[in-house]
């Protein structure tokens, strides 16, 4: 941002790319949206409330108080049930410098303006559902919002460790310094979902895995 504070992060997490659009603050910032190339992505108001939520399948919009506005599915997807629901174009205007467009699922691009200057990152993919067998079974948030809100978990805990290593170049200082308190909550929060039932014991360790890295 013009103020100096991280904008934009695109980073590599084993087979994927991730790219992560951060609010204008110096310290604890939070993340306004997450896009990754496994097709599953999410975009969040100023509050933290969900915003968009798309995964391979399709996705959702909310308002500000957690209603869902209206659906969509993507042409090449799996639908178990029910009818394909065209996606009419969407933007939206994460803050004063950065914008979203979802024209498609490969069709998705974050803008960022300021100073008079432009730059677009492309962060749509084509993603498919394999058709040999059914989608697995949706816990609470289903499998996707589970992985997602682990990814954004462990994202926001290691730059919050950068953030010490930058300050506290001292091990023995930096050990002693515990994570926000909003992220732990967020990690109980994420690990108390993982004990509904219809969670497989795979997808919960992999979201402990996540949320502890």
């Known amino acids: 941002y013009p103020s100096g504070n991280l904008a934009i992060l695109v980073v590599r997490e084993e087979k994927q790319l991730i790219c992560i659009v951060h609010e204008d603050k110096p310290r604890n910032a939070r993340m306004q949206a997450i896009f990754q190339s496994s097709g599953?992505?999410?975009?969040?108001?100023?509050?933290?409330?969900?915003?968009?939520?798309?995964?391979?399948?399709?996705?959702?919009?909310?308002?500000?108080?957690?209603?869902?506005?209206?659906?969509?599915?993507?042409?090449?997807?799996?639908?178990?049930?029910?009818?394909?629901?065209?996606?009419?174009p969407i933007f939206l205007s994460l803050n004063r410098h950065v914008g979203v467009r979802i024209l498609g699922q490969d069709k998705i691009a974050v803008s960022f303006l300021a100073m008079g200057q432009q730059a677009k990152f492309g962060v749509g993919t084509k993603v498919q559902a394999s058709d040999?067998?059914?989608?697995?079974?949706?816990?609470?948030?289903?499998?996707?919002?589970?992985?997602?809100?682990?990814?954004?978990?462990?994202?926001?805990?290691?730059?919050?460790?950068?953030?010490g290593c930058l300050n506290f170049p001292s091990n023995e200082q930096r050990d002693k310094i515990k994570p926000p308190s909003y992220l732990i909550t967020q990690t109980l929060k994420i690990l108390q979902l993982c004990t509904a039932a219809g969670v497989s014991d795979e997808l919960r360790r992999s979201v402990r895995a996540k949320v502890k890295a």
């Open 132 to 163: 040999g067998g059914q989608l697995p079974p949706p816990a609470r948030l289903g499998r996707d919002e589970l992985l997602l809100l682990a990814s954004r978990v462990r994202i926001l805990r290691l730059l919050d460790r950068l953030h």
């Open 40 to 88: 599953r992505s999410c975009c969040y108001y100023a509050n933290g409330a969900v915003w968009i939520n798309m995964n391979i399948q399709g996705g959702e919009y909310f308002d500000q108080a957690g209603s869902r506005v209206k659906r969509w599915t993507w042409p090449n997807s799996i639908v178990s049930a029910g009818p394909h629901v065209p996606l009419s």
